[in-house]
């Protein structure tokens, strides 16, 4: 197996600075909701168009001189929500870079009207991108960051926009936790009723699903998105389910899109875990054929003289953003 020229089906763009001096929390999280509330949905608050360009141009220059051949992105930024994607797209697109983007409504910060208006992005972006190679879905953070209502509107809005949603699903037990307090028997039960699981979609991690679950997301034509370096890092789990697909793709969650290092983490942490070893194998390809579908057929991977241009940049780029991400780290403390 090669990881040159695989896609990146689950990542996301805004923490594209990350590695260039984030701070670390004064305290170890002890958790994964911690982890998002002591660190990214900090760093996600904090961006303003400045970083979130400077995070997304540095994240697709090093995607592209590492050879990945697309990217899925579910992105978030709740103090700058309209005109977003266009930031992301542009870098995309100055690198030739194939992608599928959106904006993970949710409800944490403003409710309803915040999660409105993350949908209404999608929509916009949806409706008015003409940049070739680049598409558009319906994106929502995470289940248990959004009521019923929420759900219900981002399904019917991708079907409007004959499009697909992109979801985090049970990355956590306590997606699967807040599913049950809500009167379901997990997500996918949710979803279900719910009247969620549009054909094609992105749920990415699974990692608390049960074997049922994960049939069911294949029969409803669901993908699933591994994300092995990310579940270790946040020690969430492995997703021994997703064995039961064979929609299931490898993504980095926000991890620089090394895809090598992914796979390695990948084929490590399955032989760990008992894992199928040819189930296993085959995600990294998948992503390919995941990618295909929503951009209407195979596209073409980046030129060889497009990653040349991504590399020759890369350590221009890397320079001229660091003043961003200094300007972002202050603000994230703020927070």
């Known amino acids: 197996m090669t990881a040159s020229g695989l896609v990146n089906a689950h990542t996301h763009l805004y923490s594209g600075l990350a590695p260039l001096g984030m701070p670390s929390p004064k305290a170890?999280?002890?958790?994964?909701?911690?982890?998002?509330?002591?660190?990214?949905?900090?760093?996600?608050?904090?961006?303003?168009?400045?970083?979130?360009?400077?995070?997304?141009?540095?994240?697709?220059?090093?995607?592209?001189?590492?050879?990945?051949?697309?990217?899925?992105?579910?992105?978030e930024s709740p103090n700058l929500i309209e005109?977003?994607?266009?930031?992301?797209?542009?870098?995309?697109?100055?690198?030739?870079?194939?992608?599928?983007?959106?904006?993970?409504?949710?409800?944490r910060n403003g409710g309803r009207d915040e999660a409105r208006r993350g949908l209404a992005e999608c929509a916009r972006f949806a409706r008015e991108n003409r940049r070739p190679a680049i598409g558009a879905v319906v994106g929502l953070h995470a289940s248990f960051t959004v009521s019923d209502d929420t759900i219900r509107e981002a399904a019917h809005l991708a079907r409007d926009l004959g499009t697909v949603l992109h979801i985090h699903v049970a990355e956590d037990k306590a997606d699967v936790d807040d599913a049950r307090a809500r009167g379901y028997a997990g997500v996918?039960?949710?979803?279900?009723?719910?009247?969620?699981m549009v054909p094609g979609s992105i749920f990415a991690h699974g990692v608390h699903l049960t074997t049922d679950e994960v049939k069911a997301c294949e029969a409803a034509g669901i993908w699933l998105v591994q994300n092995p370096r990310s579940n270790k890092g946040n020690r969430v789990g492995y997703p021994n389910a997703l064995v039961a697909?064979?929609?299931?793709?490898?993504?980095?969650?926000?991890?620089?899109?090394?895809?090598?290092?992914?796979?390695?983490?990948?084929?490590?942490?399955?032989?760990?875990h008992d894992d199928d070893p040819?189930?296993?194998?085959?995600?990294?390809?998948?992503?390919a054929t995941l990618l295909a579908e929503r951009l209407g057929g195979a596209v073409p991977p980046p030129s060889p003289s497009a990653r040349a241009a991504a590399a020759t940049a890369l350590s221009?780029?890397?320079?001229?953003?660091?003043?961003?991400?200094?300007?972002?780290?202050?603000?994230m403390s703020r927070l």
Request: proline share 4%; hydrophobic share 50%.
């Open 316 to 331: 221009g780029v890397r320079a001229r953003v660091q003043s961003d991400a200094n300007a972002l780290w202050e603000r």
């Open 188 to 196: 996918i039960d949710r979803l279900t009723k719910l009247d969620a």
């Open 278 to 287: 040819d189930r296993a194998r085959a995600r990294p390809a998948a992503g």
């Open 83 to 107: 005109g977003s994607l266009d930031v992301l797209a542009d870098a995309c697109a100055r690198f030739e870079m194939p992608a599928v983007l959106c904006y993970g409504a949710t409800e």
């Open 245 to 272: 697909s064979s929609r299931v793709a490898l993504g980095t969650d926000g991890y620089p899109a090394a895809m090598a290092d992914e796979v390695s983490a990948l084929l490590e942490e399955s032989a760990a």
């Open 28 to 75: 170890p999280p002890p958790d994964f909701v911690s982890i998002l509330q002591q660190v990214w949905w900090r760093l996600d608050r904090a961006l303003d168009n400045a970083s979130l360009a400077a995070s997304a141009e540095l994240y697709v220059a090093e995607a592209m001189a590492l050879g990945a051949a697309g990217l899925i992105d579910h992105h």
